[in-house]
């Protein structure tokens, strides 16, 4: 089963975005910040992480993305953020995608999708 790693701090996107991803057959591990999320995706090895970038913590999504990334390039990361702005910060260019959030979830899933069909997997795998 495909497993993919929602980092989400505000509690009723993260339910929201846990659900839709379920109901569409992934496994979904969840993390409110960004240290738990470099920890997770060590211990999970999830297929694609979604990753807010305003996180608790003093670690925010980028950060988490490139200690995430430093130790598995491959895996793809879609940042999922309220703010257009980060599009053009350059350490958002290692992302798979950058989706807008939005109550309209389609955007984001068609962003995972993608992205694992670029791996090669489907909800099956």
Known sequence: MVRILLVEDEENVRLL?????????Y??????????????????APDVII????????????????????HDRDIPVIINTGYSEYQDNFMSWAA?????????TRPLIAAVEKALLKRGLSKGA
Do not use: F
Request: glycine content about 6%.
């Open 51 to 70: 990753m807010d970038i305003n996180l608790p913590q003093k670690m925010d999504g980028i950060e988490s993305m490139s200690k995430i990334l430093s």
């Open 96 to 104: 798979e995608a950058y989706v807008l959030k939005s109550a309209d």
């Open 27 to 44: 496994e979904v591990v969840c993390a409110a910040d960004g240290r738990t999320a470099v920890s997770l995706a060590q211990e999970t």
């Open 17 to 25: 975005y846990q659900q839709e991803l379920e109901d569409r057959g």
